[in-house]
């Protein structure tokens, strides 16, 4: 990691990644999509490719109990979202953004992604950055909900960070967990700030989670990445809907990366 070397060819281009072509009409969201990475991280994909490293993160490894409890994941958030308490945290929840408004837009106008992620999510929380798989821990009638803060600027490209897989295989396998997102849609030029708190396993949010498989370390599953219109949620007359045969589709097949 202190003493990186060497060189790559034009060869190792990626003529298309994600679907997209390395063309210059994609630049803009190729870049977005490839800036919600750090350096840090970056390099140490790039070391451990390339060395016998062993990965920081190790794979996680369900057992037949809790693998029935992640693949019951999509019922428990069906259910939260249709439970009053939903409704209520979620006012809750946008009453701080409102009244945190403008300290929000001010840090939306940071030009680095990953210093703009944590401090809006600091001034969500009021705390600093946790780097776990939620910034906030609310409990409910089936269980607990783990909220992780995501910034759509609705204005400009951008392609947020969803998940680490193992972390979020892991809290599904726990008894009445529910993951949700807290998504902020902030458009700086028009001053304004919208709030929808989404369960991970929404079927807008499930159509823009991508798997990152050059992610993927020898232990780890990796890392997912949000992008594509999933700011659809903000829309004021759009109903959230949970399909709950395809989630638990997509959750066997993050079992199975």
Same mark, same amino acid.
């Given at each position: 990691?202190?003493?990186?070397?060497?060189?790559?060819?034009? @060869?190792?281009?990626?003529?298309?990644?994600?679907?997209?072509?390395? $063309?210059? $009409?994609?630049? +803009?969201?190729?870049?977005?999509?490839?800036?919600?990475?750090?350096?840090? +991280?970056?390099?140490?994909?790039?070391?451990?490719?390339?060395?016998?490293?062993?990965?920081?993160? $190790?794979?996680? %490894?369900? @057992?037949?109990?809790?693998?029935?409890?992640?693949?019951?994941?999509?019922?428990?958030?069906?259910? *939260? #979202?249709? &439970?009053?308490?939903?409704?209520?945290? +979620?006012?809750?929840? !946008?009453?701080?953004?409102? *009244?945190?408004?403008?300290?929000?837009?001010? *840090?939306?106008?940071?030009?680095?992604?990953?210093? =703009?992620?944590? =401090?809006?999510?600091?001034?969500? @929380?009021?705390?600093?950055?946790?780097?776990?798989?939620?910034?906030?821990?609310?409990?409910?009638?089936?269980?607990?909900?783990?909220?992780?803060?995501?910034?759509?600027?609705?204005? !400009? *490209? &951008?392609?947020?960070?969803?998940?680490?897989?193992?972390?979020?295989?892991?809290?599904?396998?726990?008894?009445? &967990?529910?993951?949700?997102?807290?998504?902020?849609?902030?458009?700086? %030029?028009?001053?304004?700030?919208?709030? !929808?708190?989404?369960?991970?396993?929404?079927?807008?949010?499930?159509?823009?989670?991508?798997? $990152? %498989?050059?992610?993927?370390?020898?232990? &780890?599953?990796?890392?997912?990445? #949000?992008?594509?219109?999933?700011?659809?949620?903000?829309?004021?007359?759009?109903? /959230?809907?949970?399909?709950?045969?395809?989630?638990?589709?997509?959750?066997?097949? /993050? /079992? !199975?990366?």
């Amino acid at each position: 990691m202190n003493n990186v070397r060497g060189r790559f060819n034009g @060869t190792d281009i990626l003529t298309d990644y994600e679907g997209l072509a390395n $063309q210059p $009409q994609n630049f +803009e969201q190729l870049f977005a999509m490839h800036s919600a990475f750090i350096w840090e +991280e970056n390099l140490e994909r790039l070391v451990e490719a390339t060395t016998a490293i062993v990965g920081h993160d $190790q794979r996680f %490894h369900p @057992t037949d109990e809790q693998r029935q409890s992640i693949l019951g994941a999509p019922e428990r958030a069906l259910l *939260a #979202l249709k &439970s009053p308490q939903w409704n209520q945290l +979620e006012e809750e929840l !946008r009453a701080t953004v409102v *009244a945190r408004r403008t300290d929000i837009l001010r *840090a939306a106008a940071v030009e680095n992604v990953n210093l =703009r992620g944590n =401090r809006i999510e600091q001034i969500v @929380t009021g705390a600093g950055s946790a780097h776990d798989l939620g910034d906030l821990r609310r409990d409910l009638p089936i269980g607990q909900l783990v909220i992780d803060v995501k910034t759509k600027l609705v204005d !400009r *490209a &951008s392609a947020p960070k969803a998940y680490n897989i193992d972390k979020m295989l892991a809290f599904h396998a726990e008894p009445g &967990s529910v993951f949700a997102f807290l998504v902020l849609g902030v458009n700086v %030029h028009a001053d304004n700030v919208v709030v !929808r708190l989404v369960p991970v396993l929404e079927d807008v949010l499930l159509d823009a989670t991508g798997v $990152q %498989h050059h992610w993927a370390g020898r232990a &780890s599953r990796g890392v997912t990445q #949000l992008a594509g219109r999933f700011d659809q949620v903000l829309a004021p007359d759009f109903n /959230l809907r949970i399909d709950v045969a395809r989630a638990k589709a997509f959750l066997l097949g /993050l /079992l !199975r990366e």
